[in-house]
């Protein structure tokens, strides 16, 4: 099972919008509703951001949304601020009923 | 409070097996799944494999089948990883991370980490 492809970086100014893309194939985020998203800061453990596609845990900023068309599954966060400067993954369940990460993006705040 | 703690920092040579737990506290469910997840220096993440902590039942990436052993002790609530055949290539922080009940890797609480560094 190969990562989800990712772009390995991103950047953008406080209060500017970006999107994360995570492609994969029909046999993981095409076929599931079961992608996730997770922002992990240097020597962190990972952090769920976003669930099932477009859900927020409890506790997660409103400014931090998901979507999903065919294969392709996307992280928008919106009014960007300083402390969203991190690594983000994506994560989808597979026909294996096995999981695979993205190859992770690295978000810069300008 | 939930809390789940790994064991201590592992130094193994090419050729041996690791070990790591992971015990997790505070919480009254006995049927949830644990993740194993890893780490390279400067790399991303990798999903290894998963365990029912009520059944027994795993699951593991088909790259470690045969190699990757998960196991749990009800009594102790305790999970572990053993990893065998090791080389330099599996230098990494090894995450354990508790599913929430919505399962699907929708995880609630992870694990400090684990160093595990293989080297001659």
């Known amino acids: 099972q190969s990562a989800l492809t990712q772009p390995a970086s991103m950047s953008g100014s406080p209060g500017q919008s970006i999107t994360i893309s995570c492609t994969g194939t029909?046999?993981?985020?095409?076929?599931?509703?079961?992608v996730s998203w997770y922002q992990q800061h240097p020597g962190k453990a990972p952090k769920l951001m976003i669930y099932e596609v477009s859900d927020r845990p409890s506790g997660v900023s409103n400014r931090f949304s998901g979507s999903k068309s065919g294969d392709t599954a996307s992280l928008t966060i919106s009014g960007l601020q300083a402390e969203d400067e991190a690594d983000y993954y994506c994560?989808?369940?597979?026909?294996?009923?096995?999981?695979?990460f993205g190859s992770g993006t690295k978000v810069t705040v300008l | 409070q939930v809390q789940v703690v790994q064991s201590g920092a592992e130094v193994k040579k090419p050729g041996a097996s690791v070990m790591v737990s992971c015990q997790a506290s505070g919480h009254t469910a006995t049927n949830y799944y644990f993740h194993w997840v890893r780490q390279a220096p400067g790399q991303g993440l990798e999903w290894m494999g998963l365990?029912?902590?009520?059944?027994?039942?795993?699951k593991s990436a088909q790259r470690f089948q045969g190699r990757l052993t998960v196991t749990r002790d009800t009594s102790t609530s305790t999970v572990y990883m053993e990893l065998s055949s090791l080389t330099s290539e599996d230098t990494a922080v090894y995450y354990c991370?508790?599913?929430?009940?919505?399962?699907?890797?929708?995880?609630?609480?992870w694990g400090q980490g684990t160093v595990v560094t293989v080297s001659s």
């Open positions: 994560s989808s369940y597979t026909s294996s009923a096995t999981y695979v």
């Open positions: 029909s046999s993981d985020v095409g076929g599931y509703n079961h």
């Open positions: 365990i029912n902590t009520y059944s027994g039942g795993q």
């Open positions: 991370a508790k599913d929430s009940p919505r399962g699907y890797l929708t995880t609630d609480y």
